[in-house]
């Protein structure tokens, strides 16, 4: 990963890293991305799913999306993976916050055409999201690889940003009796819901329960 | 709210609604955007919390920062929230999904300059995140309001995308010894953790206890 202008941190650098290391966990936390590029003058932003292989995102859609349509002229990317950890209250509305941990990373999408890499990408996408369940299920047929496009969105550069930690006021509102403090947030798995259709004596997988990510 | 080729839904147009009630609900049920605009031939898309009134959204940052100094320029951007409900686990690879509410809005920002519109906006912006935060907490001094930039995005047109229910599996594979089903998932609130220099007697504000945002 290089370093120029458009990875610059030029907000609040302390918060910021150029560390691959810490680029690769926040984006190994997430399992959203928000995926920008803009065409006839109009910036669009996609959510998706995305997976990691070292500094490579594969991201994976219909043909007929926007989304793909447009990444796979070659055009330039940004992929922006955020993880809200908390709400920073303050004494004075001026120093309220957020803890969280974001990633801002630039590059190019290539479309993956041959069928074994195609395979392999999406298995990256769903060992990404829920490792385990890829050799549970169906592998995609001709039909479906077919009308499925992978991209390969290689990361020239990107930065992480971190915030933690309580609230920071100005010193002469320490004692205003307000409360602060952090209020923590995290994505919970609730109870798993069977489809209707279960077959039966089909257990729930221990990788389903033990969901988590963060 | 118009409507045009930019905001048309390609992919899957039975999730999608251009009904502005809708588009409304899930920007109330969020609080991070993820802003996207084009500067210099590169992309952006940046993170950031909103408010929301009506058909506007209002932001906030440091005039030093990126998204701001290139939003006020009047450039066209867009603003995206997305809430992650559930994933989808089906009998097959191809039949994953995600259920998910999602917005796409496009629009051109303005900086906000009248120093009671700025007020008013950063209440909406505090009162979208935490109902209740902004009676208590000292109010933003001359200074304080000076360096901060508030930006009202209007949006022009949205669509909002929203999936929901149970893996649609191909008939044929709905006999497989495969878990199908949805593992729902929602961001929550863990125990908050007071600031160390709380002043005494200071309680822990009803609204705190009480957030949600799903």
């Known amino acids: 990963m290089s370093h120029t202008k458009r990875s610059e941190l030029r907000r609040l650098p302390k918060r910021g890293s150029h560390d691959p290391q810490s680029i690769h966990a926040i984006l190994d936390a997430g399992f959203v991305a928000h995926v920008g590029f803009q065409t006839g003058g109009q910036p669009f932003v996609i959510p998706t799913l995305y997976g990691r292989d070292g500094d490579k995102l594969y991201l994976h859609g219909s043909s007929a999306s926007r989304m793909v349509t447009e990444l796979e002229k070659s055009i330039s990317v940004c992929i922006t993976v955020t993880l809200v950890d908390g709400l920073v209250l303050a004494r004075s509305a001026f120093h309220h916050s957020m803890n969280y941990r974001s990633v801002v990373a630039f590059g190019i999408a290539q479309k ?103």
Do not use: C, M, Q
């Open 112 to 214: 993956v055409k041959d069928g074994e890499r195609k395979l392999r990408a999406l298995r990256t996408i769903s060992e990404h999201l829920l490792p385990g369940r890829w050799p549970d299920v169906r592998a995609p047929n001709e039909k479906e690889l077919k009308a499925t496009t992978i991209l390969e969105f290689v990361i020239e550069e990107a930065s992480a940003k971190i915030r933690t930690g309580p609230p920071l006021d100005e010193e002469a509102d320490y004692g205003l009796p307000v409360w602060a403090g952090v209020l923590p947030l995290t994505l919970r798995a609730k109870l798993p819901v069977p489809d209707l259709r279960l077959a039966e004596e089909v257990e729930l997988p221990g990788y389903v329960l033990r969901f988590r990510k963060d």
